[in-house]
């Protein structure tokens, strides 16, 4: 089986950011630190830890503790090296956190909603960063879209960004590097990280919303995106009859009679979990704090145990959606500046 080509440059590229991500997750390090827990020989690691204080990318800290001969040098991360930009755009707002180099955050600012807007409204906010950060240089943008390397091909609601590359677009007029995440696949990534990123796990996160339900899925550890990326559109599932999930949260909606709406809406959601039970097997499968109760998952459970053998459901769980979206934002866009060439 042949090997991928792989030259000088990549090579001290992938070791320079395996030093970042480990300086990150380990806050100071000294040269024998880093070289134990890359598994990088230490003529290697010390090199290319020179390369980067010499950058500005790394500092010298200060003293490590002595083994006997002269005292290491420890080194972390320079916070100020770059900066990163997080934003998430819903209908009625949006908001920006912005991360120093380490994951710090620095500020976080709400501005006005610009998906019904449209891209110069967008350009405009994040160009006020960008005068007043020069560091800037990433910009994660979560958006209620089907993404496909930063092209929203489907984003229902919003005719401004239909069809539309935010990174191409947002790339040719800032100095940025830009990633674009749907934004349940992104909350399912903060929920995932929580937890410890632990890869046997798979979760699904739902979210009603305002702008129709969605889902974010991780199947041991990684993000489902599906063949034309369009997985976690849960709205066009069929689950009664002709019916699909968002015509039946609807129906609910529109049930004049409030208990039996409710009763309506958790059918509907236990069927959808009894459908991921059968084709996932999760397991989790999680729901925000501000659409359901720990009584509704209770009512949930009951009606999905009666359409699929009991011991075969996921745990269900209620989450701060917000938390973990931004959380997931900041995750994205902590890796994509550590990944820097």
């Not at 000294?30 to 950058?55: H, M, V």
């Not at 677009?169 to 934004?183: G, K």
């Not at 899925?217 to 699909?244: A, C, D, W």
């Not at 059968?278 to 509704?296: G, K, M, Y």
Request: proline share 5%.
């Amino acid at each position: 089986m042949k090997q991928p080509f792989m030259n000088p440059k990549m090579m001290s590229g992938m070791i320079q950011q395996l030093i970042r991500s480990t300086l990150y997750y380990h806050a100071e390090s000294t040269k024998a630190e880093l070289a134990q827990r890359t598994g990088i020989s230490f003529p290697t690691i010390s090199k290319a830890l020179d390369e980067l204080n010499a950058a500005g990318e790394v500092l010298l800290t200060g003293l490590g503790t002595s083994n006997g001969g002269r005292r290491p040098s420890k080194y972390k991360l320079n916070p100020d090296y770059m900066a990163g930009l997080a934003v998430y755009l819903e209908k009625e707002v949006s908001v920006y956190s912005l991360l120093n180099y380490e994951g710090d955050v620095i500020l976080r600012e709400t501005h006005p909603p610009v998906l019904a807007a449209g891209p110069e409204l967008l350009s405009e906010q994040i160009g006020t960063f960008l005068a007043r950060y020069p560091a800037l240089r990433v910009l994660t943008l979560g958006i209620p879209a089907a993404v496909n390397n930063g092209h929203a091909f489907h984003i229902p609601g919003y005719e401004r960004f239909k069809d539309f590359n935010f990174k191409a677009y947002y790339e040719e007029r800032f100095p940025l590097s830009v990633q674009v995440e749907n934004d349940m696949n992104a909350t399912v990534i903060g929920y995932y990280d929580h937890l410890g990123n632990d890869d046997s796990l798979s979760l699904v996160y739902l979210y009603l919303g305002k702008n129709g339900p969605g889902a974010g899925i991780i199947v041991n550890g990684q993000v489902v995106r599906g063949r034309t990326f369009f997985s976690g559109e849960v709205s066009y599932m069929p689950l009664s009859g002709t019916r699909n999930f968002v015509q039946l949260i609807q129906d609910a909606s529109a049930e004049t009679n409030g208990d039996e709406g409710r009763s309506k809406l958790m059918e509907a959601i236990s069927r959808l979990v009894v459908s991921l039970t059968a084709t996932i097997n999760p397991h989790q499968v999680v729901f925000c704090s501000s659409e359901l109760t720990d009584l509704d998952l209770a009512h949930v459970r009951t009606a999905s145990a009666s359409l699929v053998p009991q011991e075969n459901l996921p745990d269900l769980v209620v989450r701060n959606w917000e938390e973990d979206y931004v959380h997931g934002l900041h995750q994205l866009t902590i890796r994509k500046m550590l990944a820097a060439d």
